[in-house]
């Protein structure tokens, strides 16, 4: 799945019966929305249209229970790690994003590789304060989306945050990762609709 990176070739990958059977799903059960990562970037039309998920901008705010709620991936809050930032403003870059997918498939592949292998190297060797969320980061994200929940992953570090901010309880629930401990966030109103409660909660 490392390999969203090459968008038009996915089925070539053994990824073609995974997308049917989330069509198949999404048709008879629930709508399905994605919003794209800092490896996955690139899924585009072509997947919506095979997959039949609508892909969510990011930053997005969602109405949950008549409650506004902030979602994002999370890379945009390590604001610490300044050369990331600037590489991932690159890579977002339409006119950089067309040249890419004008490569040969086997050249695509190599650089999506290469930047997978980085990225693991960097996650070992890294400072803590570079793939640290500062706290200011949160709260100028929500304060300019005027919201009070916050839903983000990347940083892989599961949890339910709660903070005060001028006289406001702010909540910010950290998505874990796939790989290890795997956990969906449940989300509900409270009993008199005054706020949400958020709990996660690990797959058996």
């Not at 609508?54 to 709620?69: E, F, G, R, S």
């Not at 300019?144 to 709660?162: D, S």
Request: contains cysteine; glycine residues 4%; hydrophobic residues 40%.
């Amino acid at each position: 799945m490392i390999f969203y990176f090459i968008k038009h070739h996915v089925h070539k990958i053994n990824f073609i019966f995974p997308i049917y059977f989330l069509v198949l799903y999404i048709y008879i059960f629930i709508q399905i929305y994605l919003m794209c990562g800092n490896r996955d970037f690139l899924l585009g039309k072509k997947f919506c249209k095979a997959s039949g998920c609508k892909l969510l901008k990011d930053p997005t705010v969602i109405n949950l229970y008549n409650h506004k709620v902030l979602l994002t991936h999370g890379d945009l809050l390590c604001t610490n790690h300044t050369a990331y930032l600037k590489f991932r403003k690159k890579m977002h870059n339409l006119i950089r994003q067309k040249l890419f997918l004008l490569l040969p498939l086997r050249k695509r592949l190599a650089i999506a590789e290469h930047y997978r292998d980085y990225s693991q190297q960097f996650n070992q060797q890294a400072v803590d304060n570079l793939l640290t969320i500062p706290q200011v980061a949160v709260e100028n994200m929500m304060l300019k989306h005027n919201v009070e929940y916050l839903i983000h992953g990347h940083i892989h570090q599961a949890g339910i945050h709660k903070f005060k901010y001028d006289g406001s309880t702010m909540t910010r629930a950290v998505l874990g990762s796939w790989e290890n401990n795997s956990n969906v966030l449940i989300c509900a109103p409270d009993k008199q609709h005054h706020s949400l409660t958020m709990e996660l909660k690990d797959f058996a």
